[in-house]
């Protein structure tokens, strides 16, 4: 029997007969509740700085003058008018990340690390554009393989930069014409990534790093990752890890473990906590990562504690670290002197160091913070709050969460309860996402695998042809379109996104071991242009309307960090839809609508971005 997914591939291009009705109630609705909202939920302080009046109002008068645009293009829509495509952006733009902007930062009076954190206040206005890949953009090669081998000018880095770094990992690593090429664990193992890996096995106890899971770590958090290299074997493990390192306008390392297929995400704590809830990591990793963890009184270290799980790891691999001289009692440098001193007033205890690798290990038993001494770090009173880039806090947070279970005693039972969830609605709900992966998939695969174009400047690809290998899951709920992912052995891992005001889902996706990361889908996502293959988004066009953000602004961005050639998959309603089929024309994409037949009002857009070749 033929299904009415695959029927519904033969809808044509183009919009469908409108229900005017509907459509103008939504015109006048959306524009309504769009001109008429107030700038931002977020309160400003009356002692900010004044250098922040002008960027307000900028941005005021930006949000004021883009309802009216809005509110033309979706009259447009509503009288069946074509809408004119969006024009192509400049070159400056090809690797730009809003909201990183340092010179901005500094104009607004931002001072040391604070610079290079997340503003998007400070975002002005710009001319609404698509971004253009590189002129040497190439489609990246399939993984595993492209996991080893990453074309040069995918990236923003260039051959003297990436050969004048100095690291081994760099001297051992070939730069062959156009590509980058890593050393794969079948041959040389470069950096001594697998002994290093191993030698962290052996602190906690472990036989092989092949036990990890044993010990109950699961998720990693690896600050500053350089080439990915720790990442890249972590995920040979079956373990997930997280790379996190501040934006650099050159020499990227998200843009290139991303590039890689490693899960990464642009992200700096030197000012703001990380958008994660606390305990969130099974271990934090930091080689060489250029942190000076007791400055700040020692709040980029408490940060840590706040999102590392009781009885996790937290691994400091640094030159300084390894004893001078030939006795064992040699003094160490004041730096990993003093985490000693203050690891011990945080309840962790150092449990190992080989040559330049120490490792400490949280406290599992809370009541350790009550036999503490006076002048130790106070507790924090902030219960399961959900983080949004707030101020670093001078105290030890996630004591009294019900999520305070060892890394090495959890369930999956357990979990459910501690979450609110009956065993019966997560169940339901995991059917539903296999369930979908497959039409997905079924939807997908006539056109990756049948149907796919001739790459310009290409000969005819070699099958298979599926290149999704990044997926990013923009509404992502429980994390089970991840959870099917797995089940169906997909070779693809899922940054799973949890709206800041919708349900704070995003606790429970941690706790399975997934990648997550809270975020506001009216503002830019901390990652470079092109680093997703495919984005998922289930009802995220409905909650973002609730927010009075601007739908046309969601689509560029998606289109921003989509690959060329990459996947857009949208659930809604069908009249948002409708709405965005026509606005993805704007952006160039090929779309289709897609009827589920099940007689509801949901309906399924599934849109191809194009490799637009300069």
């Known amino acids: 029997m033929t299904s009415p997914w695959f029927k519904s591939l033969s809808s044509v291009f183009g919009l469908k007969p409108r229900i005017k009705s509907l459509l103008l109630l939504i015109l006048g609705l959306v524009a309504l509740v769009t001109i008429l909202a107030p700038l931002s939920s977020t309160s400003y302080d009356a002692s900010t700085s004044s250098t922040l009046v002008p960027n307000i109002y900028s941005n005021y008068k930006r949000i004021k003058e883009q309802a009216a ?12 008018t074509t809408l004119k495509e969006f024009p192509l952006c400049g070159k400056e733009r090809e690797s730009y990340v809003p909201c990183y902007n340092s010179k901005e930062n500094l104009l607004a009076g931002l001072q040391e690390g604070d610079v290079l954190d997340r503003h998007c206040e400070f975002e002005r206005e710009k001319e609404r554009c698509v971004v253009r890949p590189p002129r040497d953009y190439k489609i990246p090669l399939r993984w595993p393989l492209g996991r080893d081998i990453i074309w040069n000018g995918n990236v923003k880095i260039t051959k003297d930069q990436f050969l004048s770094s100095g690291t081994v990992t760099t001297r051992l690593m070939l730069l062959e014409e156009n590509q980058i090429a890593f050393h794969s664990e079948d041959g040389l193992i470069f950096d001594g990534v697998k002994d290093y890996a191993r030698q962290i096995a052996e602190m906690i106890g472990l036989g092989s790093d092949t036990e990890f899971a044993q010990a109950g770590v699961r998720t990693v958090l690896d600050i500053g990752c350089g080439f990915g290299s720790f990442g890249a074997h972590v995920v040979s493990l079956n373990l997930m890890p997280i790379c996190i390192a501040e934006y650099e306008a050159t020499g990227s390392q998200v843009q290139l473990a991303l590039e890689r297929g490693l899960p990464a995400m642009i992200g700096s704590f030197f000012s703001k906590q990380l958008p994660y809830p606390a305990l969130s990591f099974d271990m934090v990793h930091c080689a060489q990562c250029g942190i000076t963890w007791d400055i700040k009184d020692a709040m980029l270290l408490l940060e840590v504690d706040r999102v590392l799980k009781p009885g996790g790891y937290f691994v400091l691999t640094s030159p300084t670290n390894k004893a001078q001289g ?48 006076q002048d130790s770090i106070p507790l924090c009173k902030d219960g399961d709050s959900a983080p949004y880039y707030h101020p670093l806090v001078p105290c030890i947070s996630g004591t009294t969460s019900k999520r305070w279970i060892p890394i090495q005693n959890r369930t999956t039972s357990a979990e459910l309860e501690i979450h609110g969830l009956k065993p019966e609605e997560f169940l339901e709900d995991t059917e539903l996402w296999r369930t979908a992966l497959k039409n997905y998939w079924s939807l997908l695969t006539p056109l990756i695998f049948s149907d796919h174009p001739k790459r310009p400047g290409d000969e005819d690809p070699l099958p298979p042809f599926n290149m999704i290998r990044n997926v990013m899951d923009m509404n992502a709920r429980f994390g089970n379109l991840n959870s099917a992912l797995l089940d169906q052995e997909k070779s693809a891992w899922v940054m799973n996104v949890v709206p800041v005001n919708a349900r704070n889902t995003l606790p429970l996706i941690l706790d399975r071991g997934f990648a997550g990361v809270l975020h506001n889908w009216c503002e830019p996502f901390p990652t470079y242009p092109r680093t997703y293959d495919m984005l998922h988004a289930n009802e995220l066009l409905t909650h973002v309307s609730s927010e009075r953000c601007s739908l046309m602004d969601l689509l560029l961005e998606m289109d921003r960090v989509l690959r060329p050639e990459g996947w857009v998959v949208i659930s809604d309603k069908v009249g948002v839809i409708e709405m965005a089929r026509a606005l993805a024309t704007r952006v160039r994409w ?15 857009l599934v849109c191809q971005k194009p490799f637009l070749k300069k």
Do not use: F, H, M
Request: proline share 3%; with cysteine.
């Open 590 to 604: 090929e779309a289709r609508v897609i009827d589920l037949q099940d007689g509801s009002d949901q309906r399924l």
């Open 69 to 80: 645009v809005d509110y033309l293009d979706l009259r447009s829509l509503s009288l069946g």
């Open 326 to 373: 030939n006795s064992p009692d040699t003094k160490k440098t004041s730096i990993t002197t003093r985490v000693n001193e203050l690891s011990k007033k945080i309840c962790w205890s150092p449990i190992g160091q080989q040559d330049e690798t120490i490792l400490w290990q949280k406290t599992a038993d809370s009541n350790c913070y009550s036999s503490r001494s």
